[in-house]
């Protein structure tokens, strides 16, 4: 595996400490595909992930969220051996352990997850807080002073 040094790039940058892990964790890629998932938008700063778990309990799926890392776990139930085991003549529904990885922004958090008809559905809400948006610095103490709207419409009125 090639490590990828940014130092030049990042020389007038400040709190990318976490960029080379981020970028080891999108060229690794994903080798399974297993769960199949969709990932949407459904509002303003508002995502939902669906995630196809077929045969699966609630009891057999855990989410977590550490270190903006959510995790999804599916662990198969124990399988039903003897006389009254079925007896497949086709077995077309994939249903194995599996653990599936998200990497959230700081942004990101997680509000809610529902499992209805075979789909997860872990809900996401993006949620800026106040020392993140942007705001004005004053300088030498003095605030700039009130911009004046001179827009064509108002000097008409």
């Given at each position: 595996m090639r490590t990828l040094?940014?130092?030049p790039l990042l020389r007038s940058s400040i709190g990318f400490e976490n960029l080379n892990r981020l970028v080891d964790f999108a060229t690794r890629g994903e080798g399974d595909s297993y769960p199949p998932y969709n990932i949407e938008k459904t509002g303003d700063g508002a995502y939902r992930i669906q995630m196809a778990l077929?045969?699966?309990s609630r009891e057999e799926?855990?989410?977590t969220v550490q270190d903006n890392v959510l995790v999804i776990v599916g662990r198969a139930g124990e399988q039903i051996e003897g006389a009254d085991a079925p007896q497949y003549l086709h077995r077309g529904i994939a249903k194995r352990a599996f653990e599936r990885r998200f990497q959230l922004a700081d942004t990101i958090k997680v509000t809610a997850a529902g499992y209805e008809n075979g789909l997860l559905n872990?809900?996401?809400v993006r949620e800026i807080p106040e020392h993140k948006k942007p705001?004005?610095?004053a300088i030498d103490g003095v605030e700039p002073a009130q911009?004046?709207?001179a827009s064509p419409e108002k000097a008409a009125a």
């Open positions: 040094d940014f130092a077929a045969g699966f799926i855990d989410v872990v809900s996401l705001r004005r610095i911009v004046i709207d």
